[in-house]
Structure formats: structure tokens, C-alpha cells
């Protein structure tokens, strides 16, 4: 089993920043794929940026060049970096981690971008 814990949400106003963590316990070996998604309320689960074991990236369209995910050494901690934050990006905040193609999710935290 694999424990997923997501930090560092809050509210912010519209250009702001954040950095989001999610720090992986348990079974962590072979962890080869981490990724952020969010909800917004309303509306479906998205993926905003994966990054694999090798260190490739990915991120949907409409957070490229604002967001920038990464990960520690050990590869048991994933951060996503927000730029330029929007009120578009309000949402929960959701880390996924896959080991031997088994899903796991953190429980998530909220990111509100308001004035």
C-alpha cells in the first residue's frame, strides 16, 4: 500500500504563487509515474502534469509555462510549482502515484486564486 499526503494549498490572489507537495509512505519502491490533478467543483477530475520515474514531464495546455512539476532524489515526493496564478485554477488538488499499475490518491488540498 502506498499513503499519498498532499500540502501547501491555500488562498492566493490572482499572480500569485504556490508550491504544492505530495510525500509518498509505505510501500514506495517502484513508484515509476506521479502526477497532480484537480477539480474544480462542477466539473470532471483533470490531469494537470505527470512526471515518470525517468524524470519526463507533462502538462495540460492551459498550465504550461506557469506550473512546473518535479520530484526528490528519492522519488518519494512530488512538488508542483504554480505561477501566475488564476482564478481558473481554483480547485482541489489531487496527487496520483501508480506502483506495478496499482492508482493511488492523496485525499487532496483545496487552492483558491481570489482577490
Known amino acids: 500500500q502506498v499513503q499519498l499526503v498532499e500540502s501547501g494549498g491555500g488562498l492566493v490572489q490572482p499572480g500569485g504563487s504556490l508550491r504544492l507537495s505530495c510525500t509518498a509512505s509505505?510501500?514506495?519502491?517502484?513508484?515509476?509515474?506521479m502526477a497532480w490533478y484537480r477539480q474544480a467543483p462542477g466539473k470532471q477530475r483533470e490531469l494537470v502534469a505527470s512526471i515518470a520515474s525517468g524524470g519526463s514531464t507533462s502538462y495540460t495546455d492551459s498550465v504550461k509555462g506557469r506550473f512546473t512539476i518535479s520530484q526528490d532524489n528519492a522519488k518519494t515526493t512530488v512538488y508542483l510549482q504554480m505561477n501566475s496564478l488564476k482564478p481558473e485554477d481554483t480547485a482541489t488538488y489531487y496527487c496520483n502515484g501508480v506502483r506495478f499499475a496499482a492508482g493511488y490518491w492523496g485525499r487532496g488540498t483545496q487552492v483558491t486564486v481570489s482577490s
Open positions: 509505505g510501500s514506495t519502491f517502484g513508484i515509476n509515474f
